[in-house]
């Protein structure tokens, strides 16, 4: 019997003529690795798709607070404060008064309007933090209605009333629970990641192909003129990639339930502290297998689930299977009857076989594949046992 601290997720996913990622001149990002350069999805376009996904499994689904990230919180605070029956002005005033006093950024106290409520980067803030700044700048609005002393007011409030908000951090919503929130703020409190996400990668060298569109105008057509309405190119990518993601589920169980990470599994922790990480867990396996990222949705259609998907639970260090493929597959192999997906499960098996020899990390596995394949100390099931496993074993907290 081990602990789960770790959960670690591979994936195998196929995506055929797409551009799932896209670097500053619109081409598909690459990456280089060993013998060869591969075509790569960024981890923040994956935890982006995973966090606003809707369907069964989405993460709006667990009734936990969510956060909204944008350069224009501070305007969503005024214009919240206005619907509470504040004047604009007020509104305005209380907003930039967070800001002078260092809540999100000091982006320039010598802005006005509408430019002195956007902040200098995105900022991530749970709706519970949104909502409590909103209440308590409504309520000094209301009893000082004059507009240096609210400032006055506001700025105080943050001072005296920081540890309040720092505590807010465990209603800083279930993104930053998972991917974590860096602010310089001097006010709001950063919090540590529990879901680290590698950039997936072609296990194969990049198969990259420049597309030539033209653009019909129906009009010109239709009276006979030749030629459209404009000429393009694009970059296509086709591939099979390796994912990688690792939950620390001590870590989750302290962002959702503000328990110290030392005592998540420590005796006599009930189960049920460990109920909503479970489910957490759970949902994730079904967005990583699920749902694809991608660039030119509507004209590519990139939609794939994993064909191949291990899960590794244990309270070593975690590892990733990426050296695996530091020398890429060839796309064809007379030696090997087998498809470039059994292929590469194949390597992936033997990296699991090798580490497992040389470190006898006492991991449990279970996985998922569309092919006839075998991985070392792991049984086979479907998607839907992988998650309730996954999920059982963060709850009960051994494995």
């Given at each position: 019997m081990s602990l789960p601290r770790?959960?670690?997720?591979?994936?195998?996913?196929?995506?055929?003529?797409?551009?799932?990622n896209r670097d500053d001149a619109g081409?598909?990002?690459?990456?280089?690795?060993?013998?060869?350069v591969r075509t790569r999805i960024s981890s923040q376009c994956l935890k982006r798709h995973w966090?606003?996904?809707?369907?069964?499994?989405?993460?709006?689904?667990?009734?936990?607070?969510?956060?909204?990230?944008?350069?224009?919180?501070?305007?969503?605070?005024?214009?919240?404060i206005q619907k509470n029956g504040i004047t604009a002005a007020l509104a305005q005033v209380a907003a930039e008064a967070l800001r002078d006093a260092g809540l999100l950024d000091k982006g320039g106290k010598d802005k006005k309007g509408d430019d002195a409520l956007k902040t200098g980067q995105a900022v991530l803030m749970g709706l519970p933090e949104i909502d409590y700044l909103?209440?308590?700048?409504?309520?000094?609005?209301?009893?000082?209605?004059?507009?240096?002393?609210?400032k006055a007011k506001v700025i105080s409030l943050l001072k005296d009333?920081?540890?309040?908000?720092?505590?807010?951090?465990?209603?800083?919503g279930l993104e930053s629970a998972l991917f974590g929130r860096m602010v310089t703020s001097d006010i709001l409190a950063s919090r540590e990641a529990s879901v680290s996400v590698a950039h997936a990668f072609t296990v194969h060298q990049a198969q990259v192909e420049n597309d030539y569109f033209t653009v019909v105008d129906d009009l010109m057509q239709e009276s006979g003129e030749?030629?459209?309405?404009?000429?393009?190119?694009?970059?296509?990518?086709?591939?099979?990639?390796?994912?990688?993601?690792?939950?620390?589920?001590?870590?989750l169980v302290e962002n959702l339930e503000g328990i110290a990470a030392k005592d998540c599994f420590a005796d006599g922790m009930p189960a049920e502290r460990r109920e909503l990480a479970g489910r957490v867990v759970q949902h994730l396996i079904h967005l990583?297998?699920?749902?694809?990222?991608?660039?030119?949705?509507?004209?590519?259609?990139?939609?794939?689930?994993?064909?191949?998907?291990?899960?590794?639970?244990?309270?070593?260090?975690?590892?990733?299977?990426?050296?695996?493929?530091?020398?890429?597959?060839?796309?064809?192999?007379?030696?090997?009857a087998g498809t470039i997906r059994q292929r590469a499960v194949m390597r992936m098996a033997q990296e699991i076989s090798a580490m497992d020899e040389a470190y006898g990390a006492p991991l449990a596995r279970r996985f998922l594949a569309l092919d006839t394949v075998d991985v070392p100390g792991a049984e086979r099931v479907n998607l839907t046992k992988l998650g309730e496993w996954a999920n059982e074993i963060v709850r009960q907290g051994a494995c």
């Open positions: 770790f959960i670690q997720i591979h994936t195998l996913h196929t995506y055929p003529a797409a551009l799932l081409l598909a990002k690459r990456l280089p690795l060993g013998n060869a966090r606003v996904t809707d369907d069964k499994f989405s993460l709006s689904k667990l009734d936990v607070p969510m956060a909204i990230r944008s350069r224009g919180t501070l305007e969503l605070i005024s214009q919240r909103v209440s308590r700048c409504t309520e000094l609005a209301q009893s000082v209605p004059d507009e240096k002393m609210l009333e920081k540890k309040n908000i720092e505590a807010l951090k465990h209603g800083s030749l030629g459209s309405a404009g000429i393009f190119d694009t970059e296509l990518a086709s591939g099979l990639y390796y994912g990688y993601v690792v939950v620390d589920v001590s870590q990583i297998a699920t749902v694809s990222p991608g660039a030119k949705r509507g004209s590519t259609a990139p939609f794939d689930w994993a064909k191949f998907m291990l899960v590794e639970v244990g309270d070593w260090q975690p590892r990733s299977l990426a050296g695996a493929f530091y020398d890429a597959l060839p796309l064809e192999d007379k030696t090997y």
